[in-house]
């Protein structure tokens, strides 16, 4: 079985700083790539951030959050600075994995965490 577990979600006043953290764990034969996305409520989940070769930001994002990988620890973060309210929803690890060579890669998520902004 493979797992993604978040953390670092939390409560944080508008202007402030927050580092989402996400392991993936288990038979991990290769990881494609990695990010993270986010879900307000009555909004659909959006992309965030991802790091597959390439790293890509969504626009209401860039120069404010940094994807990062350690790829000795299967490991992914979101260094969020400047948040604002509009920035507050679950925030979902993704990660497409390999569980074999005989086996393409799939999507896996977390579970979420949470971040809320107060104005």
């Known amino acids: 079985q493979v797992q993604l577990v978040e953390s670092g979600g939390g409560l944080v006043q508008a202007g402030g700083s927050l580092t989402l953290s996400c392991a993936a764990s288990?038979?991990?034969?290769?990881?494609?790539?990695m990010g993270w996305y986010r879900q307000a409520p009555g909004k659909q989940r959006e992309l965030v951030a991802r790091?597959?070769?390439?790293?890509m930001y969504a626009d209401s994002v860039k120069g404010r959050f940094t994807i990062s990988r350690d790829y000795t620890k299967n490991m992914v973060y979101l260094q969020m600075n400047s948040l604002k309210p509009e920035d507050a929803a679950v925030y979902y690890c993704?990660?497409?994995?390999?569980?074999?060579?005989?086996?393409?890669?799939?999507?896996?998520w977390g579970q979420g965490t949470q971040v809320t902004v107060s104005s």
């Open positions: 993704n990660a497409q994995m390999q569980t074999s060579r005989l086996i393409g890669p799939r999507d896996y």
């Open positions: 790091s597959d070769g390439d790293i």
């Open positions: 288990g038979t991990i034969f290769a990881i494609v790539g």
